[in-house]
């Protein structure tokens, strides 16, 4: 058996008057994060754990931010496809943990159904899928609810 460890990282800064996805699901704030695409940064470092485990570089090489036809997209749209390389060498996925800094709004009443829509498209069960979140205790600029930040950690195997 072939296994095969990833990790991610991703951080997006926050800003008034925009649409705050995370994990798949559209979260209710006045504020959202800023990206070229749409700022999921769950699932942002959902992907370059999954790329960096099959050492097929990182999510800014497959899904480049001066692209148009990456412009807004869903990232749901972008794990898919990192899926399909994932699935193109054979290797499937374990389990994924991932923990979400971010001060506001609460992500705990979030997770269960942010699991699911991951699982789907991990195809895995929703009991692999862990999501935490914690806040960063007024400490920098993610503690100021100026940014948010996910890492992410996922097994593979063949």
């Not at 869903?74 to 399909?84: A, G």
């Not at 054979?90 to 997770?111: C, H, M, R, S």
């Amino acid at each position: 058996m072939d296994i095969r460890i990833g990790f991610g990282v991703d951080v997006h800064r926050l800003e008034e008057g925009r649409e705050f996805w995370l994990g798949g699901l559209k979260l209710p704030s006045s504020f959202g994060a800023v990206g070229h695409s749409d700022a999921d940064v769950l699932i942002h470092a959902i992907c370059d754990a999954l790329l960096g485990a099959l050492n097929l570089r990182d999510i800014g090489f497959h899904f480049s931010d001066t692209d148009p036809q990456y412009k807004g997209i869903d990232s749901k749209i972008l794990l898919k496809n990192v899926m399909t390389l994932i699935k193109e060498k054979q290797f499937g996925v374990v389990n994924i943990d991932a923990t979400v800094i971010l001060e506001k709004p609460k992500v705990n009443p979030y997770i269960p159904e942010i699991q699911t829509i991951l699982a789907e498209i991990l195809e895995v069960e929703v009991d692999r899928v862990s999501i935490k979140a914690t806040t960063h205790e007024k400490v920098d600029s993610f503690g100021a609810g100026e940014a948010v930040k996910a890492y992410a950690v996922c097994l593979v195997s063949k």
